[in-house]
């Protein structure tokens, strides 16, 4: 079965631009949360959603939006970039929200805003 | 708040060697979960292990283990005769009740380990 997918793998920004970031989940899963990890961090939770609808939010400026799609799908929007927004953006994703659940990691999208 | 730190930022040990990873949380639920993640280079963190805040059970899965204490709040990773393959940054992650996202993870600093031929 296909993990966790990401797209794209790496993207280069200017200051000021925006960027999407994509995130497919596992089959049959239906909650989808996105991490930022600055390097030499750890993941720093930014969103959660779980059946279309946000249902956490982490420490983030609204620069920093994001959805999930009817199939599950999720986008991450980010506004106006930063030079200190340049880090690996994780999507997880996992049955449900209920705290037992583990959450299963993409292979990341690796920012650079320059 | 919750909280997890990882006071080892980086291990350096040779092959064969045993190791022990720690990992100290902090947080006022009575029910929570803990987690432990490695990260390879290629940057995708991969899920090793999930311990409730019930069993206190210690856990082993092949050469690795974990110990689970209450008291002190811990939950310390033991690789047993370590291999170059080991080598990553390793992620202790707590999630709990208190969370506004249900499974919302915080995740420790990090602990790099080298493991050298």
């Known amino acids: 079965d296909a993990g966790v997918t990401q797209s794209p793998t790496h993207l280069i920004k200017t200051r000021g631009q925006h960027v999407t970031l994509r995130c497919s989940p596992i089959?049959?899963?239906?909650?989808v949360s996105w991490y930022q990890q600055v390097l030499g961090q750890g993941p720093q939770f930014i969103f959660q959603?779980?059946?279309?609808?946000?249902?956490g939010r982490g420490n983030f400026p609204d620069r920093f939006s994001a959805r999930q799609f009817p199939n599950y799908s999720s986008e991450l929007n980010v506004n106006a970039l930063l030079l200190g927004d340049s880090a690996l953006y994780l999507c997880?994703?996992?049955?449900?929200?209920?705290?037992?659940?583990?959450?299963?990691f993409g292979p990341g999208t690796r920012l650079t805003v320059t | 708040a919750q909280k997890v730190t990882q006071a080892q930022t980086e291990i350096s040990v040779v092959e064969k060697e045993d190791v022990t990873l720690d990992c100290v949380y902090e947080?006022?639920?009575?029910?929570?979960?803990l987690f432990w993640y490695k990260q390879p280079p290629s940057g995708e963190l991969v899920f090793l292990i999930r311990?409730?805040?019930?069993?206190?059970q210690n856990e082993i899965s092949g050469r690795y283990s974990w110990n689970f204490q209450k008291s002190t709040s811990s939950f310390n990773f033991t690789i047993t005769a370590s291999q170059v393959v080991d080598s990553a940054v390793y992620f202790c992650?707590?999630?709990?009740?208190?969370?506004?996202?249900?499974?919302?993870?915080?995740f420790g600093g990090g602990t790099r380990l080298m493991v050298k031929p």
């Open positions: 997880a994703s996992s049955l449900g929200r209920a705290q037992s659940y583990e959450q299963y």
């Open positions: 992650a707590l999630s709990g009740p208190r969370n506004n996202a249900g499974n919302m993870l915080t």
């Open positions: 089959s049959g899963h239906k909650s």
């Open positions: 947080t006022r639920d009575t029910t929570y979960y």
């Open positions: 959603y779980y059946e279309k609808e946000e249902r």
């Open positions: 311990r409730n805040s019930f069993d206190e």
